[in-house]
């Protein structure tokens, strides 16, 4: 059992990751500001099942004030950090650069600093499978060159890693940077391409796809991501990278077949231009992950969208 603090804890991976920890017996703090990237509401309803819970605390707070960090780190004995919080999503970083830079790597920095100052050694970091820009060399592996971010987000979490790379240079704080591939499951969050096409099919609305429907995402499911995530804290030591993705890419107009089939109805799909920010394909190599963090991604596309989709039903029918 470890006290591990979690930022972003209040979003669709955190919250997954909370329950995860603690129910394997992790002490956990939750840290969130709730911002306003999608409803509050919403946030508050992932930590539904945590808020009862003894070993679970949430903390309202940002990430970009140190001294609250440090108040944190030392009043809960912190052991482990996971930070996710971040704005998320290409396009809206294109319209507001700078506020991504200031959550994303101010943010990063200053819980750095907190972590360096209180003596907090041990940090697994969300990076993204949008550093890898277009590149097309696929399947990406975490050996090559990720210096073509195509959007403000991706050189965000780039600069991210070079950040963690960095304190752990002069430091000695160990830091695994995981780079997720398109995470999907319960609780996605609703500007998301599955979340979005599902609740378009359900309600009959038009489904525009940018591009010719070729581009293709490798589809993770958020079961695997909390695997792998909670597999790379356990194995903290260095500074490592690791890709966890599905290793197996759909294109989008075979995603929106998978999403007719989990629906039972069919889209009605309006194409339009290709989207500024929006890289061609991701396709993960994952045998780093699998070797040193036994990563088997086990769901497959159908069957998480499947999920996804009972669990739609049921949270918009109370
Ligand atoms: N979902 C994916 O497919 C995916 C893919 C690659 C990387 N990631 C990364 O994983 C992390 C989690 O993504 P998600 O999909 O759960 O997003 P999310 O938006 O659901 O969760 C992020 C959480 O961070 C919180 N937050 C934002 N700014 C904050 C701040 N300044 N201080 C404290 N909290 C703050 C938000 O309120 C939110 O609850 C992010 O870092 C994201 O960039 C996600």
């Known amino acids: 059992m470890s006290n591990i603090l979690v930022t972003g804890a209040a979003g669709f991976i955190g919250s997954h990751l909370c329950e995860r920890l603690v129910s394997r017996g992790d002490r956990v ?138 304190y752990h240079h002069l430091y000695g704080l160990d830091v695994s940077c995981l780079r997720f591939f398109t995470v999907h499951g319960p609780r996605q969050r609703p500007e998301m391409a599955i979340h979005k096409f599902v609740r378009q099919v359900m309600n009959g609305e038009k489904v525009v796809l940018y591009g010719d429907g070729s581009t293709s995402r490798d589809y993770t499911y958020i079961d695997d991501i909390i695997n792998g995530t909670v597999a790379a804290l356990d194995a903290l030591g260095g500074f490592k990278v690791f890709n966890l993705g599905n290793s197996h890419p759909y294109k989008l107009i075979d995603l929106l077949s998978v999403i007719e089939d989990a629906c039972g109805k069919k889209a009605n799909i309006e194409f339009s231009g290709q989207q500024a920010g929006d890289v061609e394909t991701t396709y993960a190599e994952v045998s780093k992950a699998k070797a040193q963090l036994d990563y088997r991604p086990a769901v497959t596309l159908p069957e998480g969208v499947k999920r996804f989709v009972e669990w739609y039903k049921r949270v918009r029918n109370g």
């Open 29 to 166: 703090i939750g840290l969130d500001n709730f911002d306003d990237f999608y409803s509050p509401q919403i946030k508050m309803e992932n930590l539904k099942g945590l808020l009862s819970d003894q070993m679970f605390t949430l903390v309202r707070g940002d990430v970009r004030d140190k001294a609250s960090l440090v108040n944190i780190l030392s009043n809960h004995g912190i052991e482990n950090v996971v930070h996710l919080a971040a704005r998320a999503g290409v396009r809206p970083s294109i319209i507001n650069p700078d506020l991504y830079v200031d959550v994303n790597v101010r943010g990063l920095v200053s819980l750095l600093e907190a972590m360096k100052d209180v003596g907090i050694k041990k940090l697994a970091y969300a990076s993204s499978s949008s550093v890898y820009g277009n590149s097309n060399v696929v399947p990406f592996s975490e050996d090559q060159r990720v210096d073509f971010p195509i959007s403000p987000y991706a050189a965000t979490k780039k600069a991210g890693e070079l950040l963690c790379y960095n």
